[in-house]
Structure formats: C-alpha cells, structure tokens
C-alpha cells in the first residue's frame, strides 16, 4: 500500500440516470463500487473507523459488480447495493452515491472493500437513487434480518 495512491484523480465528469444505464456501466467494467461521501475531491484520506477512531488503509466502498450466487435480476443487485448507505446522505445532504474503481488493499469493521488507486467513474443521478429506492422497497423486505 506504501506508495500507492489513494486517489488517481478527483475528476467526476459524468452520472448515470437510471438503473439500466448503471447495468450497462457496470457491466462494462466489469468491478466498480459505490460510494457515498462529497465527492472524491474531498476524499483525500482514507476512511475512519468512526467507533475506534482508526484510519483505514483505503476508502470504504461497496460492490456494484453480483456475486456469482445472485440468480435474481442485476438491477435488483444495483438497487440494493445502492440503497445500502443512503443514509447516509440523509445525514449528511453533501453526501451523494458516485461509482469508482480501484485496488482492493483490504476489508473495514463491517467487511466492505477498502479501495486505493481509485478512479472516480461517475455521479449517481438522484433520478437512479428514487427508482434504486422504489425497485428496493418493492422488491425486498429492506431491513428485515434474521431475528424478524
């Protein structure tokens, strides 16, 4: 990780509008991830572990690419990745969801990617947020887990 950089640019250029125009991104890249924060041009140090105060040694991130047991649509998989920390921005409304790639350089507290070398791919619309957030309420008992 030593000499590695955290990120390889900060430029954001484009945004998808639609879940299928994210499928379409995603499966040409074949790996990418989301993010929440206010954008990679305030990504400039790793992420924190907020509970023990430790710096991690990349950004935290979530996969956009299935794994191979998912057998339900991929669009399903994209709005469930993508609802999983919009909280985040409801916290917070300078955060919002854009997509990235980058070099795996290990696994935080919750075991999410931690990324370095990242390149930012492009901004996730608010448009693909609500149909993410409506395709994830239909489609799936959101927060349900196994003691309900």
Known sequence: MEGMPLLRSVRLDTSVRTLEELAGLVSELG???????????????????????????????NPLHAERWWDRPFE????????????????????????????????????????????????????????ATQRYQERFDAGKGPED
């Open 31 to 61: 790996v990418a991830y989301v993010r929440y924060s206010e954008g990679p041009e305030r990504d400039d140090r790793p992420s924190i572990d907020t509970e023990s105060g430790l710096e991690l040694p990349g950004l935290s991130v």
């Open 76 to 131: 399903d998989w994209l709005a469930r990745q993508v609802c999983q920390y919009n909280e985040l921005q409801a916290k917070n409304p300078a955060r919002f969801p854009w997509v990235l790639r980058g070099e795996e350089v290990g696994r935080g507290p919750d075991c999410e990617p931690l990324l370095r070398d990242v390149v930012p791919v492009a901004r996730i619309d608010d448009a693909l947020l609500r149909e």
